[in-house]
């Protein structure tokens, strides 16, 4: 978190003290560092050199159009898997020739939207869905690029709600039936087969799930050009995870993908999210009440599960850090929980937190990826304030919702 530190008592970002903000915006927001988006995207850029690739940032992760703006500046496509985001994507100033379209339940409307607007490559993940698209593309008078998703059957240890590369999945097309489809690829005129697409999950910090799925892929790319065919592009996807005290190693990453892939004429696709967004931004949140019992002290701040997600959707854990730093510890155990009527609305739980008080503020760390494109407005609370800092200054790039939008539905 080397764009969030304390100096002296008061935790930073980019050197602007954070406590400064919390005096003139309502909590709970999102803090983001614009300079940390663009270093996290150097880390790709940097290890990307020598090879023909393409990155397409995974707007899932997040979609705010001010991030996705700098992001876009730096030259990166996008990933997308709906209409929304496509037109986000566009809007923000990507172009369709750096976009790829992602997802297992495509609509028709999807679809069109898609070759209308020169998608670089729709990855189908069934016959059903290839069929829809030469159908659409033959109506449009495109020929469009397609990507087969391919279910690699790797298991990645990570939470079980974030595989998605294991055959109980419901994703992309089980390996043993790929070849064939390629064997009837001219069936459908007006698709160029690209090549494969996995992704195996999310926030995986070790290299051998990837290893395992390059493996397998490269087998069956190597199968498929047998039959005289190219696979033009491999698009890894994404899935890399972020951890403040284990550092995935990215080297050892981009070295595997170069090696099992790298090939004159051939474009290897990265789709990141997390790993561009996730350490870039706290969410920030005031200290409510406190209620002590027994044996432990609750803290209710003022975000709950609605402001973000994961710790109550995937039991995630996100380091909590407070505004200033004080050196007495509390003697309890504290659990740190939100407002929403909710049991799973909880967010930690420690043995060795500061002293908290009423009116303190704190910061969810890593809150960037999947924390503000998850929210909702469950029990019936706006959507919050999303900030970004860039050199010492901030500036609103979501203001708070109002009330009144919301109580008129
Ligand atoms: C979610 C998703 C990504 C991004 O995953 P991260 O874990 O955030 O890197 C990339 N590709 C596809 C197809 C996805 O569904």
């Given at each position: 978190m080397s764009n969030f530190q304390y100096q002296g008592e008061n935790l930073t970002c980019e050197n602007l003290e954070i406590d400064s903000i919390t005096r003139d915006l309502e909590t709970?927001?999102?803090?983001?560092?614009?300079?940390?988006?663009?270093?996290?995207?150097?880390?790709?850029?940097?290890?990307?050199?020598?090879?023909?690739?393409?990155?397409?940032?995974?707007?899932?992760?997040?979609?705010?159009?001010?991030?996705?703006?700098?992001?876009?500046?730096?030259?990166?496509?996008?990933?997308?898997?709906?209409?929304?985001?496509?037109?986000?994507?566009?809007?923000?100033?990507?172009?369709?020739?750096?976009?790829?379209?992602?997802?297992?339940?495509?609509?028709?409307?999807?679809?069109?939207?898609?070759?209308?607007?020169?998608?670089?490559?729709?990855?189908?993940?069934?016959?059903?869905?290839?069929?829809?698209?030469?159908?659409?593309?033959?109506?449009?008078?495109?020929?469009?690029?397609?990507?087969?998703?391919?279910?690699?059957?790797?298991?990645?240890?990570?939470?079980?709600?974030?595989?998605?590369?294991?055959?109980?999945?419901?994703?992309?097309?089980?390996?043993?039936?790929?070849?064939?489809?390629?064997?009837?690829?001219?069936?459908?005129?007006?698709?160029?087969?690209?090549?494969?697409a996995f992704h195996i999950g999310s926030q995986i910090m070790k290299l051998e799930p990837f290893e395992e799925a390059c493996k397998i892929t490269n087998q069956l790319v190597k199968e498929i050009e047998n039959n005289d065919f190219k696979i033009k592009t491999i698009d890894v996807g994404g899935g890399i995870g972020i951890d403040d005290d284990e550092e995935f190693q990215f080297e050892n990453y981009f070295n595997l993908i170069d090696l099992y892939f790298a090939k004159k004429d051939r474009m290897i696709i990265f789709e990141p999210g997390r790993t561009i967004i996730g350490n870039t931004a706290l969410l920030i949140s005031k200290i409510l009440y406190i209620k002590e019992t027994e044996d432990k002290i609750f803290v209710v701040i003022d975000a709950g599960m609605n402001d973000f997600m994961r710790p109550a959707l995937y039991g995630a854990v996100h380091d909590i850090l407070p505004i200033l730093k004080s050196s007495s510890i509390e003697k309890k155990t504290i659990e740190i929980v939100g407002p929403i009527c909710e049991t799973s609305d909880k967010f930690l739980t420690s043995d060795n937190f500061q002293n908290v008080n009423e009116g303190d503020f704190i910061a969810i760390s890593n809150a960037g990826a999947y924390g503000s494109s998850m929210s909702s407005n469950y029990n019936i609370r706006p959507n919050i304030a999303e900030v970004l800092v860039n050199d010492k200054k901030f500036s609103i790039i979501r203001k708070r919702q109002s009330l009144e939008d919301l109580i008129n539905q």
């Open positions: 709970p927001f999102y803090c983001y560092s614009s300079k940390k988006i663009r270093d996290n995207i150097n880390k790709y850029k940097n290890n990307l050199k020598n090879s023909n690739s393409k990155i397409c940032f995974a707007l899932k992760a997040n979609s705010n159009i001010e991030l996705i703006k700098i992001i876009a500046q730096q030259g990166l496509g996008a990933d997308v898997v709906s209409m929304g985001e496509f037109q986000k994507a566009l809007k923000a100033g990507i172009s369709g020739k750096d976009i790829v379209f992602s997802g297992v339940g495509k609509t028709q409307k999807e679809i069109e939207f898609a070759i209308k607007n020169h998608c670089f490559q729709i990855n189908a993940e069934s016959l059903s869905e290839i069929k829809k698209i030469n159908e659409i593309a033959q109506n449009l008078n495109i020929k469009q690029n397609i990507g087969i998703r391919i279910n690699p059957d790797v298991k990645p240890e990570t939470h079980s709600k974030i595989t998605t590369g294991s055959i109980e999945n419901k994703f992309g097309i089980p390996i043993s039936e790929v070849k064939n489809l390629f064997n009837q690829s001219n069936l459908f005129e007006n698709l160029n087969f690209n090549g494969l």
